[in-house]
């Protein structure tokens, strides 16, 4: 089992700048990926940016040139948000997996942090 817990959400004004952590615990050893989602009211969760065991990255195309995903640690992992828009807002939730693709029973998620930007 991995948990997640997130931090670092908030009220920026549009153009500012959030950087949101999260930590694991548990079977840490084992996770091959670690990023974020985020869902805004009334929508489905869409995938902000993942990192590998590699340090491989890929981001939606909302987020390039803006977010940047890193990981200090095995088990930290940061979303650093840049230039952000209104339409930025929503609830981020960290994600990891310990195993295959498309096997919920290796993904992981966080409790989820709010992210509100104002216009």
């Known amino acids: 089992q991995v948990q997640l817990v997130e931090s670092g959400g908030g009220l920026v004004q549009a153009g500012g700048s959030l950087r949101l952590s999260c930590v694991a615990s548990g079977s840490i050893l084992s996770i091959n990926v670690m990023g974020w989602y985020r869902q805004a009211p009334g929508q489905e969760r869409e995938l902000v940016a993942v990192?590998?065991?590699?340090?491989?990255t890929n981001y939606a195309d909302s987020a390039k040139g803006r977010f940047a995903i890193f990981k200090t640690a095995k088990n930290t992992v940061y979303l650093q948000m840049n230039s952000l828009k209104p339409e930025d807002t929503a609830v981020y939730y960290c994600?990891?997996?310990?195993?295959?693709?498309?096997?919920?029973?290796?993904?992981?998620w966080g409790q989820g942090t709010q992210v509100t930007v104002s216009s």
């Open positions: 994600y990891a997996r310990n195993g295959p693709v498309g096997r919920r029973e290796y993904d992981y």
């Open positions: 990192i590998n065991s590699g340090s491989g």
